[in-house]
């Protein structure tokens, strides 16, 4: 079984079409990766998907990082 | 132009306009739910549906629960929607100085809050297919405007206005956003007019005539297609010459 950490960044991975090595912890979706607004909407929405939670509007506005998006699944699942 | 394998959403589909786009959907081989406000509507979508595989589901488009309950029911049966096509409407005419507060509501919840619900409640579907087709039934009206009207060609404008913002924020995902703007079409909601306003009527349709269902429904499948896949944030008017704006 991965762990959460691998299984968010695989997933931001797919979502925003990056490689691997170019995903750390400290990564920001908008800044690093390269994400627009609807890109990390979607990539809410695979994260609720895979982790079978719903994550509110307000706290999906917080998650700029992939660090924020772990801590939050480790958190809420 | 197949749409084999695509499953559509109608909304008002039980006379009119919306009937007939559903069939022109399914004979296309699309999988078309139709909705309609009563059991016996839907019914009768069933009915005319179920030899291509459609069927008929009860939806009021002024209740989110209600749209999103129909959505849950649709893609659990059939799959998510990727074509949608928002044609559930409804009139509440007067001049605007006898005009009550709840028929302007009616109609901008109706006419136009219904779209923002159906359309939101899709595109998740659509975003994960990266496809989708989002038609949008406006009016003649909504370019003309129309006394005894300003509560429906408000809401139509309104359509028209949330079609090109849609139509930006999601042409790269593969989903196109469009209206199609009928002028007079021979339907129930003309058939209710006398011989006086009809005659009015035609002296400004250039074509001499009503529109068919069918034709308004032809344009709605043509947006519906891959065919069409580069045009988005359009609205296609059909109306015999009556309005060119």
Not at chain 1, 15 to 44: H, I, P, R, W, Y
Not at chain 2, 90 to 104: A, F, G, S, V, Y
Not at chain 2, 167 to 174: L, S, T
């Amino acid at each position: 079984m991965s762990t959460v950490e691998e299984r968010v960044k695989k997933i931001v991975c797919e979502q925003l079409g990056v490689k691997e090595s170019e995903v750390q912890n400290t990564s920001s979706f908008v800044e690093d990766l390269g994400a627009d607004s609807l890109d990390t909407v979607e990539l809410v929405m695979a994260l609720e998907e895979e982790f079978e939670t719903e994550i509110p509007d307000e706290e999906a506005e917080k998650l700029a990082s992939v660090q924020d998006a772990i801590d939050y699944i480790v958190a809420h699942t | 132009m197949s749409l084999e394998g695509k499953v559509a959403l109608v909304t008002g589909a039980s006379r009119g306009i919306g009937r007939e786009i559903a069939k022109v959907l399914a004979e296309r081989g699309a999988l078309v739910v139709g909705t309609a406000t009563s059991e016996a509507g839907a019914e009768g979508i069933t009915d005319a549906l179920s030899s291509m595989g459609g069927y008929g589901i009860v939806m009021n488009v002024s209740d989110a629960a209600s749209i999103d309950a129909g959505i849950k029911s649709i893609t659990e049966k059939s799959g998510a929607p990727v074509i949608l096509v928002n044609n559930a409407g409804i009139t509440r005419d007067n001049l605007l100085m006898r005009m009550k507060e709840d028929d302007w509501d009616d109609v901008i919840n109706t006419n136009l809050s219904s779209i923002f619900r159906t359309s939101k409640a899709v595109m998740r579907g659509m975003a994960k297919a990266r496809w989708g087709r989002i038609i949008n039934i406006s009016s003649v009206v909504a370019g003309m405007g129309n006394p005894g009207q300003v509560n429906y060609c408000a809401a139509k404008a309104g359509v028209e206005g949330m079609t090109r913002s849609l139509a930006k924020e999601m042409a790269n995902r593969g989903i196109t956003v469009n209206s199609v703007a009928p002028g007079f079409i021979d339907t129930d909601m003309t058939k209710k007019l006398d011989d006086s306003q009809r005659d009015a009527m035609m002296s400004v349709i250039p074509a001499g005539r009503l529109g068919e269902p069918e034709e308004v429904a032809a344009v709605v499948a043509f947006l519906a297609s891959q065919e069409a896949a580069y045009v988005t944030g359009e609205t296609i008017n059909v109306n015999g010459g009556m309005f060119m704006g």
